[in-house]
């Protein structure tokens, strides 16, 4: 008889689109010239916030309306992974905008210095990119064979979520993730963010 060491979880949910969100990424991203700019230097693929901007939430109260939705899952989260907070809180960290063009990937990474991630789709056209997690034992997996092709999540090496309009991911920062590229003609929308220990 076997069990299951090591867990690693990924939070989903769902938090209706709010009208005005997607619009308002739209034009922050055509007005933000200095995160164009950097996403074009670092061949990002589309546009992001994430290096020009840290003052959405007061930039536009839709975005503290989002992240008021947010913290409530990211609380539920870290109550399921049993942290031992010690009398501290999560706090937001940083949020920041994705748009991502036809062909634009995401390179496999993680967020250091953060406590959970996460990401909220506003717009997901068909064939625009899952997010893919990879199991952090990876690299200590030396002589192991493949995995089965239709093996459980919990087996396999990588993991690919589809997102949807509306949902929102968390996941514990060290969990390191990348986006497929994106095969829609249209942009996809997100929105990311960390939380830290306040």
């Given at each position: 008889?076997?069990?299951?060491?090591?867990?690693?979880?990924?939070?989903?949910?769902?938090?209706?689109?709010?009208?005005?969100?997607?619009?308002?990424?739209?034009?922050?991203?055509?007005?933000?010239?200095?995160?164009?700019?950097?996403?074009?230097?670092?061949?990002?693929?589309?546009?992001?916030?994430?290096?020009?901007?840290?003052?959405?939430?007061?930039?536009?109260?839709?975005?503290?309306?989002?992240?008021?939705?947010?913290?409530?899952?990211?609380?539920?989260?870290?109550?399921?992974?049993?942290?031992?907070?010690?009398?501290?809180?999560?706090?937001?960290?940083?949020?920041?905008?994705?748009?991502?063009?036809?062909?634009?990937?995401?390179?496999?990474?993680?967020?250091?210095?953060?406590?959970?991630?996460?990401?909220?789709?506003?717009?997901?056209?068909?064939?625009?990119?899952?997010?893919?997690?990879?199991?952090?034992?990876?690299?200590?997996?030396?002589?192991?064979?493949?995995?089965?092709?239709?093996?459980?999540?919990?087996?396999?090496?990588?993991?690919?979520?589809a997102p949807k309009p509306?949902?929102?991911?968390?996941?514990?920062?060290?969990?390191?993730?990348?986006?497929?590229?994106?095969?829609?003609?249209?942009?996809?929308?997100?929105?990311?963010?960390n939380y830290s220990l306040d």
């Open positions: 008889m076997s069990e299951i060491l090591f867990t690693t979880r990924l939070y989903k949910a769902r938090i209706a689109p709010q009208r005005d969100l997607e619009p308002t990424c739209l034009v922050i991203a055509a007005e933000d010239a200095a995160g164009r700019r950097w996403s074009r230097d670092h061949g990002y693929g589309g546009y992001t916030s994430y290096a020009s901007l840290n003052d959405l939430t007061r930039r536009a109260s839709i975005f503290a309306d989002l992240e008021r939705g947010i913290a409530r899952h990211v609380a539920a989260f870290a109550r399921e992974l049993q942290f031992e907070m010690g009398g501290r809180k999560l706090k937001l960290d940083s949020l920041w905008i994705n748009v991502m063009n036809r062909g634009a990937i995401h390179a496999p990474h993680i967020h250091p210095h953060s406590v959970i991630s996460g990401t909220y789709y506003l717009t997901v056209p068909p064939s625009s990119g899952a997010i893919r997690f990879e199991d952090p034992r990876l690299g200590l997996m030396m002589a192991a064979p493949p995995r089965k092709k239709n093996a459980r999540p919990e087996n396999r090496s990588f993991v690919d979520v509306g949902m929102l991911l968390l996941w514990e920062s060290w969990l390191r993730h990348g986006v497929e590229p994106n095969g829609a003609r249209g942009q996809r929308v997100s929105i990311s963010f």
